[in-house]
């Protein structure tokens, strides 16, 4: 069945610092792949998104490559901020399936910014 | 402003008690969903529907119920047949366009503890 594994946490950086984030999938049709952000007490963001094979997502600084010949969708910064500080998750649907859109999604992981 | 309002924030509960945590979306949109949310996990699917009047069980859906008589509305019961119903709710909706669903948006969430 589909899934996503995310790298575990916790990742701490300091301010300026490079980040990524490894995901990889395993899904058996077209899926779409997102990484979503949870700041603390709240629900999940969608941060960014990309729906077929080479596609690049991007937001906020943010960056991740759909790369089908690898299964992954690395979640990439340049230069993190101490308000980047969040639950990071990667998910994933088939939004033509019989599952209706349904996402299935890593474990999260915590990233912690010091200034 | 559109999104999706779930209520209330916070809740406790007696044991052997049912209660029903609501989820109100003004996005017109044709999906929602229901997770479950526990510390260092990722999000799991308790429910999800498609169309109003038919709903489909998730990963996790013993001891949940679920109604959709509305388009807008989708509340989840957590029965006392949930045996560790303690955890962080969060309910989400995405839209159908072009045959294809799109993005999930989430609410902020329903903490809920058992007392």
């Known amino acids: 069945g589909d899934s996503v594994t995310q790298m575990e946490g916790p990742v701490t950086l300091s301010e300026e610092a490079f980040l990524t984030i490894n995901c990889t999938y395993t899904?058996?049709?077209?899926?779409?792949l997102f990484w979503y952000v949870q700041y603390p007490g709240e629900g999940l963001q969608l941060l960014l998104k990309?729906?077929?094979?080479?596609d690049k997502g991007s937001n906020k600084g943010f960056e991740a490559t759909y790369r089908k010949e690898t299964t992954s969708f690395h979640l990439e910064k340049g230069s993190v901020q101490v308000s980047d500080s969040a639950v990071y998750f990667c998910?994933?649907?088939?939004?033509?399936?019989?599952?209706?859109?349904?996402?299935?999604f890593g474990r999260g992981t915590q990233l912690t910014v010091w200034p | 402003d559109g999104g999706i309002t779930q209520s209330p924030k916070y809740l406790f509960r007696k044991e052997g008690q049912n209660v029903t945590l609501s989820c109100e979306q003004n996005l017109n949109h044709d999906a929602m969903y229901w997770y479950r949310q526990d510390p260092g996990q990722g999000l799991r699917l308790i429910y999800y529907?498609?169309?109003?009047?038919?709903?489909q069980k998730g990963d996790i859906a013993e001891g949940y119920s679920v109604s959709r008589e509305k388009k807008e509305s989708f509340p989840l019961t957590v029965t006392s047949a949930q045996k560790n119903p303690t955890a962080f709710y969060l309910c989400?909706?995405?839209?159908?366009?072009?045959?294809?669903?799109?993005?999930?948006?989430f609410g902020q969430g329903t903490r809920l503890t058992v007392v």
């Open positions: 899904a058996t049709g077209y899926p779409s």
């Open positions: 998910a994933l649907s088939d939004p033509r399936g019989s599952t209706l859109g349904r996402l299935y």
């Open positions: 990309a729906t077929k094979a080479d």
């Open positions: 529907s498609q169309i109003v009047n038919d709903f």
């Open positions: 989400a909706s995405s839209l159908r366009a072009g045959g294809m669903l799109t993005e999930a948006f």
